[in-house]
C-alpha cells in the first residue's frame, strides 16, 4: 500500500518562508512524476507546481519566482520551498503522485494527507 507523508506546514507572517516535504512510503520503484496543489477557503484545488522524472518544472503563475519543487527520485520524495510567502498563499497544500510503480503494479492518483499554511499580514 502506497502513502504520501506530508510534513513542514505551518503559520508564518508574510515575507516569512516554509519548506514542505512529501515522502511516499511503500514498495515503490519510481513515481513519473510529483505535484503539490493547494486549495483555500472556499474555493477549488489548484495546481502549485509539478516535476517530473527528468526535473522539468511547471509553476502556477501566482508562485513563479517566489516556490521552488524539488525530489529526490531515490526515496520518492518531493518538496516545496516556499519563499516570500503572501496571504493569499494560505490554504491546504496536497503533494500528488499521478502515476506510481510499485512491486504490485501501478497505483494511480495519489494523494498526501494535507498540510495547512497559514500566512499572516
Known amino acids: 500500500q502506497v502513502q504520501l507523508v506530508e510534513s513542514g506546514g505551518g503559520s508564518v507572517q508574510a515575507g516569512g518562508s516554509l519548506r514542505l516535504s512529501c515522502e511516499a512510503s511503500?514498495?515503490?520503484?519510481?513515481?513519473?512524476?510529483m505535484s503539490w496543489y493547494r486549495q483555500a477557503p472556499g474555493k477549488q484545488r489548484e495546481l502549485v507546481a509539478d516535476?517530473?522524472?527528468?526535473?522539468?518544472?511547471v509553476y502556477a503563475d501566482s508562485v513563479k519566482g517566489r516556490f521552488t519543487i524539488s525530489s529526490d527520485n531515490a526515496t520518492n520524495t518531493v518538496y516545496l520551498q516556499m519563499n516570500s510567502l503572501k496571504p493569499e498563499d494560505t490554504g491546504v497544500y496536497y503533494c500528488?503522485?499521478?502515476?506510481?510503480?510499485?512491486?504490485?503494479?501501478?497505483?494511480?492518483?495519489?494523494w498526501g494527507q494535507g498540510t495547512q499554511v497559514t500566512v499572516s499580514s
Open positions: 500528488y503522485f499521478p502515476l506510481i510503480s510499485t512491486t504490485r503494479g501501478i497505483v494511480s492518483d495519489s
Open positions: 511503500g514498495i515503490i520503484f519510481s513515481s513519473n512524476q
Open positions: 516535476i517530473n522524472k527528468g526535473g522539468s518544472t
